[in-house]
């Protein structure tokens, strides 16, 4: 079964210095990968997502994403952290039936001043 | 341009009380699915529905029926609610599976149940 480990629960920086979320995937195929974000009392909002085209991907908010299936990461980052960017973000995999997701269990970036 | 619209957005209930929640997206989208975020858990699916006239259940669909209405709307009901279902649950939609495809999501609807 596919599965999706967020290594940090909580991951806290200071604005203006770089982000790393990190995230390892299980899978027996060639997986669809997602980062998601949500804002408190919000919905989950895209921010990219990889299936098998360049392992580099670029999303919204200058956040990206590389695809590494030595490693089975897919570890987000930003080199500039800004108040904004202050959420939950979820990676997400795709099933190997390709019809459901499965979430890992969040990561909580705080962004200080 | 509403996207996924959840009603309501939040409920209390009592033990064994039931309760129908209702989503509607407008993007013209045949996949939906039901979701529910508790702490530390992320989100685990409930039930989903590949296209209008079929439902599939998820990772926690006991205590949980669904009907999809139409293609725009699918609902989830609690027929008798526990304190365990006490949750922020999420409706989304796709363009369709496989699910390469993005699910976009309404802003949920948090219910506690006493």
């Known amino acids: 079964a596919q599965s999706v480990t967020q290594l940090d629960s909580h991951v806290s920086v200071s604005e203006g210095t770089p982000v790393l979320l990190r995230c390892n995937y299980s899978?027996?195929?060639?997986?669809?990968l997602f980062w998601y974000v949500q804002h408190p009392n919000k919905g989950l909002q895209l921010l990219l997502k990889y299936t098998s085209a360049a392992t580099l991907v670029k999303g919204i908010n200058g956040f990206e994403a590389e695809f590494k299936k030595s490693e089975t990461s897919f570890h987000l980052t930003k080199p500039s952290a800004h108040m904004s960017d202050a959420a939950e973000y979820f990676c997400?995999?795709?099933?190997?039936?390709?019809?459901?997701?499965?979430f890992g269990a969040g990561t909580i970036l705080r962004v200080k001043s | 341009n509403a996207g996924v619209t959840q009603t309501p957005k939040f409920q209390v209930l009592k033990t064994g009380q039931s309760m129908t929640l209702q989503c509607a997206q407008d993007?013209?989208?045949?996949?939906m699915y039901w979701y529910r975020q508790d702490p530390g858990m992320g989100l685990r699916l409930i039930y989903y529905s590949a296209s209008e006239g079929t439902t599939d259940k998820g990772e926690v669909p006991n205590g949980y029926n669904v009907s999809r209405l139409n293609k725009r709307e699918f609902s989830l009901r609690l027929e008798s609610a526990a304190p365990s279902q006490t949750s922020v649950y999420f409706c989304a939609s796709s363009v369709r599976t496989p699910s390469n495809q993005p699910q976009h999501f309404g802003d949920g609807t948090r219910l506690s149940i006493l």
């Open positions: 997400v995999v795709s099933d190997q039936y390709g019809n459901k997701l499965v």
């Open positions: 899978s027996s195929y060639s997986p669809s």
């Open positions: 993007m013209n989208h045949n996949s």
